[in-house]
């Protein structure tokens, strides 16, 4: 299996900071998607080697989208009730968006903020426990959706009664809600994800993907943009399928151990696209004894080269320590879920203050500083961050 090298993380670096791209359609699109993508249009990032396309200056950069609170209440400067509707609670991804939201209320002073959410990535649960808020009346709801489409109605109708409303981690439709803080482009994770997996298994491998769910916006974004990235630069990789794991981190334990019964040898890799997908899948490798043969615990039996099998992905740092630690993953890919929940609380003041409107190109977010605008109504938290065994033992969350 060959190794990842110091070379893929300075592409990262290189790739991540051209995120904003305009979104030209690749002549991939005419090929089928893999299961699990969605099917807007794509814009594959450069191959490795090539130099970054320049921005051209004559675009026009997309009108503000989003949609807006009808008749809101003038709280400038007034203490503020939110209510945060992530797609579960209970798992560290959440926990630590919910840390970051603390951290901003508390600096911001003047504004209280309370998570609250269903146990499980329950769409319908989801949008009952918004509609029980917008009942019982709040200021602004944050939230993380787990269906794009079923979740807009609900968000509407708080609009429509004046709650302002902005998404992070997981969008809605744009117009039902205000703004929405995007923690990375989807071309730029798509991108690194990509790269990792032919840096660890070649460009001829094969990979299958262990998903939440199929309506999950951003993971069926990443996969899209993973498929339009492969056909681009890696055209003879090959996609197996991909897997359901809904959020639950035993169900992607189990789903790839059936990959790895029904591959075998002939499956060279898994990718994890979700917080508890990956130290699931990565469980259910260390637990086969096939992770890669240099990083075999001492006293286990290394599979051979042709067995081994890559584990790549995102997670938190807390999820992935085990595997990090012993060696079966090498870094796990991901932005700050700790500054993606502080930028949220930030957007919302700034909202509800009339500081940030259609027309603003960006946002101060305290300690993050000046955040782009980008898309039309979403803001860009900033580039991903990749935990090793020299640094993910420095973070808590």
Known sequence: MLKRSVAFFVVLALVLTGFAMSATPT????EERWVGADDLPTNALECPGEAPATPDPNVEVPPYNGGQATNPPDLKGQPITLIDVPKLIGIGYFAATTKGQAEAAEELGNVTVTTDGPTEGDIVQQIEFIDRYVTQGVDGI????????AISPVLRDALAQGIHVIGYDANSEPDAREWFINQAEFNGIA???????VSEIGPEGSFAIVTSSFTAPNQSRWVSEMWAYTQKCYPDLKFLETVESQEDQQLAFQQTQSLI????????????LSSVAFPGAADAVQQASLCSPDDA????????????????GISTPNNMKPFVNNGCVENVVLWNPVDLGY?????????????????????????????KVVNGSEILLGLPFVYTDQNINDFDF
Do not use: W
């Not at 002549?27 to 005419?30: E, I, V």
């Open 27 to 30: 002549a991939a699109q005419d």
């Open 142 to 149: 944050l939230f993380a959706s787990n269906d794009p489409v």
């Open 191 to 197: 991108k690194a994800m990509m790269d990792s997996v």
């Open 261 to 272: 019964n029904k591959y075998g040898a002939d499956m060279d890799a898994v990718l994890g």
């Open 297 to 312: 615990e001492e006293g286990v039996a290394a599979p051979s080269p042709e067995e081994a099998i890559a584990i790549v």
């Open 343 to 371: 930028a949220a609380v930030y957007a919302m003041r700034a909202v509800v203050d009339g500081e940030l409107t259609p027309e603003s190109t960006s946002l101060m977010a305290g300690r993050l500083g000046e955040l």
